[in-house]
């Protein structure tokens, strides 16, 4: 998954460095690049959770109970 995650998103960049930069030069694309990776980074660190020191049944307790499914009622 991480692989494919890898090469999504440098191909993403690679498709767009080029125009962008025309666009906005050089450096406000590595800004732009960066500003969005932070905001990834702030994102990913406030919704998971902390997973050092836990067993996996801890673990799948904590998911669980962030992506239980909603029983629905038998017609």
Known sequence: MGVVVNRTICGIISMTF?????AITIGGAFFLYGTITTIGWIFFFIVLPER????????????????RAKPRPMV
Do not use: H, P, Q
């Open 18 to 22: 080029l125009s962008l930069s025309k």
């Open 52 to 67: 050092r020191g836990k067993t996996w049944e801890e673990m799948e307790v904590s998911f669980d109970s962030c992506f």
